[in-house]
T-cell receptor, first 117, second 109 residues
């Protein structure tokens, strides 16, 4: 079945630095991918929709200059957390979902646990 | 906007049946899906209901009533490995998902 691979799984960075998270679709082409953020014991909050070859669509309240999304190919979307601060520490998850004759499907990356110190 | 309500926690014993209810208020509803997430892991897709009725996948079944804006996930023959958080999510246009708050299921021996 389809697999979404996310890297790195864990990262610790210093305040003020930037961190890039990669999300790859391994056996299918994803024109759209989604980026979520999840705090401990909380739900997944959609941050943005990553669109291949065009600008990402950000949800209300998400700073697009802080969370840079690039979707330069049909198999790779990246999320860069710029000038990270401790409050950016969270679990970030990418996803690809779609609908076909078999119904709806959704696959998630392994997630990236970001700790900013 | 979208809002989904589901119980925060459910405890049951091995072999039991658990039903997790989900009510929603949305604009642009296309379907309801369910996900399982173990502590420290990423969500995995369990099921999807685009139409009213029951969908069965092994020990797990999901139900939807669009007129009642209500659905549920049924976990049968509970096993210890089913201890996890379960999320309902509304599918909107463009395959965007809005998740409920999650239900933590604790299975006891």
């Amino acid at each position: 079945g389809a697999v979404v691979s996310q890297h790195p799984s864990r990262v610790i960075c210093k305040s003020g630095t930037s961190v890039k998270i990669e999300c790859r679709s391994l056996d299918f082409q994803a024109t759209t991918m989604f980026w979520y953020r999840q705090f401990p014991k909380k739900s997944l909050m959609l941050m943005a929709t990553s669109n291949e070859g065009s600008k990402a669509t950000y949800e209300q309240g998400v700073e697009k200059d802080k969370f840079l999304i690039n979707h330069a190919s049909l198999t790779l979307s990246t999320l860069t957390v710029t000038s990270a601060h401790p409050e950016d520490s969270s679990f970030y998850i990418c996803s690809a979902s779609g609908s076909d004759s078999g119904g709806f499907w959704a696959f998630f990356g392994q997630g990236t646990r970001l700790t900013v110190v | 906007g979208q809002s989904l309500e589901q119980p925060s926690e459910v405890t049951a014993v091995e072999g039991a049946i658990v039903q997790i209810n989900c009510t929603y208020q949305t604009s642009g509803f296309y379907g309801l899906s369910w996900y399982q997430q173990h502590d420290g892991g990423a969500p995995t897709f369990l099921s999807y209901n685009g139409l009213d009725g029951l969908e069965e996948t092994g020990r797990f079944s999901s139900f939807l009533s669009r007129s009642d804006s209500y659905g549920y996930l049924l976990l049968q023959e509970l096993q210890m490995k089913d201890s996890a958080s379960y999320f309902c999510a509304v599918k909107a246009a463009g395959n965007k998902l809005t998740f409920g708050g999650g239900t933590r299921v604790l299975v006891k021996p």
